[in-house]
């Protein structure tokens, strides 16, 4: 693999008010993404108001400037920006891909939309009802309720709300709850501006100064530390599988050793050979679906995995999945790492196909860690790893202690419990 | 990029797209085969076939076929529906050879009985998981009712009774009458190294079946009909509906993608602003199938219970609303940015283009380039997409909702 580079060029420009804009070129394409990431996640929603990060984001989205509702969606079209919103647990980020000469006219849209939003009070019942929805739809797909009720279970009260908020939050929801979260945490510092793809970056550094040099706003407080929950919990539900979600410990993103972590869920889920999908699906047939994946709240770290199957085989899933983790113990072979590097190593050339990913990814980069690794240290890292490293960090971190939900239409026990 | 054809004598068809300035490069096997090409016994063969398609051959196990796609560093996976079978893998370009080795492999695998059994067991927990999904297989319900005799109305998972009747010796059936050279095409776009390709998978091919035999098959008729699927608890309402629609052939096609995107696209299109921005339903959209011999519209609304018919009822004025108000410039120019601004995004990717070529040459046995694609859609006017939507948009024949299921 040595004829590919993974170089890059990251161009970073502040401004006195405490925002960045980065900009990370990639001329090989046609098309260009700006991201927005406001620090105005579902953990900033005061208690009581979960899902108001979700309705002010889709409030600010609805006219802005000299523009109005509809005039605002159509402007984007215009210049074919394809836009995506997601509500995180520590941020928000509003975010489009496009073709590249759209770019400056969307980052225009978007900056207009965080910094001028009417937030008209006639569409808050709308916004109200769109919030109803989504939480009604999440409830319909059990593997997706699985993972919501996860974290509620697991993070307790700021970090474990789910972007669509529950029943009585979203009944209880004022137009006023709108303008005062806006008003509290959309502001320039903390705030994060990427832009990647084929752009100017002089010229996109001008017009970042002049649509966000005057933003003022005072900086923010502190966030409490994350909790983490143990145990286990069951959510009733006639479905046709029972949907297993577990979480255990593990380094946060950013964390020194992060990539030790993380490379033990690559040898437990990444790829058709993984130990997961060899164990419980391939060898035993239990599942069709079944995953690990790294998830990181500021500085707690957690594993989630996610297996899918019918009732009669939930017990014997679940213990085949915690078997398979815990063999992380007896090793992790030459073989395997070598298949794990080769993956990693391919996936920071494919990431270069997408500016949209590589956009949003250097803007969660900065706003988590501060600074936005290259990809040749990502790299370096992932090469350091031993086979040895890795199975002693295992056993230093062995996990004992587990977060489990079941939904389904019976309860998931173990014999000797699990935590 | 240049569009390289070859045909070695007795095929199968080679495909490859070159270009020197991609960072990867992406492979495929496309057999033309689905669905409608089982008889009602063997419903699910050719989904199941692709499953076991993984599970070993004459050089390699299964275990070894899954290692080997992870030294590749690969992003493969393979998918069946109604009328193709796609295997595929992207990967470095410097791991053409080894790619293309194992893809073609795969396409003569050895079906060995033990891991045939094993396998069932995970397609009918596929099948359990998809039952979990909204809506429910109202989807899959919807096509029966639209297609009802024609193999078209067949599930492509199978059912549970006919994926636990399937046996090994009907899959090898199938396989030898439909991975046929005749059958298959190869495709490659990306960096590649197109005349080490060629050579490569001519001679890898070399042994597989001559020719395909399929079943005529009968015209196809739409019916009219409504019918519910039971779900224990299910919080919103769903249903799904579905409207006859044209062939991949009909020239039309262009017109009707940009009228369903004027009417359903999931921003600024009618049913955005009739049903979703005011929070009236949590998903509508409408969407054209093209097969070879017809097609159809296929929509799903999603709302809450209790606004149901109300909400159905704007959802059908809104789709058929289209004859009495046609879609105007404005609207035809939007959608027209959106489609043509999603096809200059799609074709950055070697992955992408790799599905297109395949897709387009199975259906039409043409290539258009990016350029040719968005020439055909910057010539429809207002009254191209009029006239689709007049030939199309009425009430719709096939109505299938998501009922609570009574308690025992």
């Known amino acids: 693999m040595s004829s590919v580079s993974i170089a890059e060029n990251l161009h970073v420009h502040r401004l006195p008010n405490g925002m960045v804009l980065l900009g990370e070129p990639m001329p090989w394409l046609r098309t260009a993404a700006c991201s927005i ?4 996640g579902t953990c900033h929603e005061p208690e009581g108001k979960q899902g108001l990060a979700g309705a002010t984001i889709e409030m600010v989205e609805r006219g802005c400037g000299e523009l109005g509702s509809r005039e605002f969606l159509e402007a984007l079209d215009e210049v074919g920006a394809e836009t995506h919103t997601s509500v995180m647990t520590t941020h928000c980020d509003l975010s489009a891909v496009m073709p590249r000469d759209g770019l400056a006219r969307a980052l225009e849209l978007l900056a207009t939309a965080i910094r001028r939003p009417h937030l008209p ?17 999440m409830e319909d797909d059990p593997s997706n309720r699985c993972f919501s009720e996860l974290k509620r279970f697991r993070f307790p009260s700021p970090y474990g709300r789910v972007a669509q908020g529950n029943r009585q939050s979203i009944e209880g929801l004022q137009y ?24 100017d970056w002089p010229q996109v550094r001008e017009q970042f100064e002049a649509l966000f040099g005057d933003w003022q706003g005072e900086p923010r407080d502190e966030l409490p530390e994350v909790q983490v929950v143990y145990g286990s919990r069951h959510f009733d539900y006639a479905s046709s599988q029972t949907h297993l979600a577990l979480a255990y410990d593990c380094p946060a993103y950013g964390a020194p050793d992060y990539y030790q972590g993380r490379a033990l869920v690559g040898i437990l889920s990444d790829g058709m050979s993984s130990r997961l999908f060899t164990e419980v699906r391939e060898r035993r047939g239990l599942v069709y679906s079944v995953f690990a994946t790294c998830f990181s709240i500021r500085r707690s770290g957690s594993v989630l995995c996610y297996a899918g199957t019918m009732a009669e085989h939930a017990e014997e899933t679940l213990a085949v999945v915690l ?14 790492l070598h298949r794990l590097k080769v993956r990693v190593k391919a996936s920071l050339v494919f990431e270069q196909e997408s500016c949209l990913a590589r956009c949003r990814q250097i803007a969660n980069d900065w706003y988590v860690l501060g600074r936005v690794p290259p990809r040749e240290e990502v790299w370096e890292q992932i090469e350091q790893l031993t086979a040895e490293g890795l199975h002693r960090h295992f056993l230093e971190h062995r996990p004992r202690r587990f977060t489990l939900v079941s939904v389904g239409s019976q309860p998931v026990e173990l014999a000797h419990g699990i935590d | 990029m240049e569009l390289i054809d070859y045909r070695p004598p007795g095929g199968p068809q080679i495909l490859a797209l070159h270009d020197p300035a991609a960072l990867t490069a992406s492979y495929g096997w496309f057999v033309n085969t689905g669905a409608r090409d089982e008889s009602a016994d063997i419903a699910g063969a050719s989904h199941f076939l692709e499953h076991m398609v993984f599970k070993g051959t004459a050089r390699r196990s299964a275990e070894q076929i899954n290692r080997e796609l992870d030294y590749l560093g690969a992003r493969s996976n393979a998918f069946t529906s109604e009328d193709r079978t796609v295997y595929y893998a992207s990967v470095l370009p410097e791991c053409q050879g080894q790619a293309v080795d194992l893809l073609s492999d795969l396409m003569q695998p050895r079906l060995d009985q033990d891991l045939f059994e094993l396998e069932r067991q995970v397609i009918l927990e596929e099948i359990a998981m998809y039952d979990d999904q909204p809506p429910y297989g109202a989807f899959e319900r919807a096509a029966e009712l639209f ?65 395909a035999s399929s079943s005529p098959q009968p015209s196809v008729e739409f019916h009219r009909q409504s019918a519910a699927v039971e779900k224990g608890l299910a919080h919103q309402h769903y249903v799904v509906m579905m409207w006859p629609g044209i062939s991949w052939s009909d020239e039309r096609r262009f017109a009707l993608r940009l009228l369903a995107a004027a009417i359903a696209d999931s921003s600024s299109s009618r049913l955005f602003w009739e049903l979703i921005d005011n929070g009236r339903a949590e998903t509508a959209f409408v969407y054209p199938q093209f097969f070879r011999d017809c097609g159809c519209l296929t929509g799903m609304l999603c709302c809450a219970p209790q606004d149901a018919a109300e909400v159905e009822e704007i959802f059908v004025r809104t789709v058929s609303g ?49 350029d040719a694609l968005l020439a055909k859609y910057a010539a429809v006017d207002v009254d191209d997409v009029a006239a689709v939507a007049d030939a199309l948009c009425a009430e719709p024949w096939v109505s299938v909702r998501v009922v609570e299921e009574p308690l025992d």
Request: hydrophobic share 40%; aromatic share 8%; net charge negative.
């Open chain 2, 147 to 211: 297609f009802g005799d024609h193999p078209l109305a067949r599930r492509v998972l199978g059912t549970i009774e006919s994926v636990s009747d399937l046996s090994v010796e009907q899959l090898q059936e199938y396989h030898q009458r439909r991975y046929t050279k005749d059958n298959m095409l190869f495709v490659a776009a990306g960096r590649l190294r197109v005349d080490e390709l060629i050579a490569q998978v001519e001679r890898l091919s070399r042994d597989f079946p001559a020719q």
């Open chain 1, 37 to 40: 990431l406001v620090p105005a």
């Open chain 1, 176 to 199: 006023a709850d709108v303008g005062d979260f806006y008003r509290a945490h959309f502001r320039p510092d903390q705030t994060v501006v990427s832009v990647a793809g084929d752009f």
């Open chain 1, 121 to 137: 009070a006639e569409q808050f019942e709308d916004v109200r009802q769109l919030c109803w929805q989504e939480l009604r739809a």
């Open chain 1, 323 to 336: 078997e398979t983790i815990d063999s992380l113990a007896q090793g992790v072979t030459e073989d395997e």
């Open chain 2, 322 to 370: 289209v004859r009495a108000r046609p879609i105007d410039a404005r609207e035809l120019e939007l959608a027209r940015q959106r489609i043509t601004s999603g096809l200059i995004l799609a074709d950055e990717y070697p992955q992408h283009r790799m599905f297109a070529l395949g897709s387009a040459w199975l259906e039409r046995q043409e290539f258009l380039s990016l």
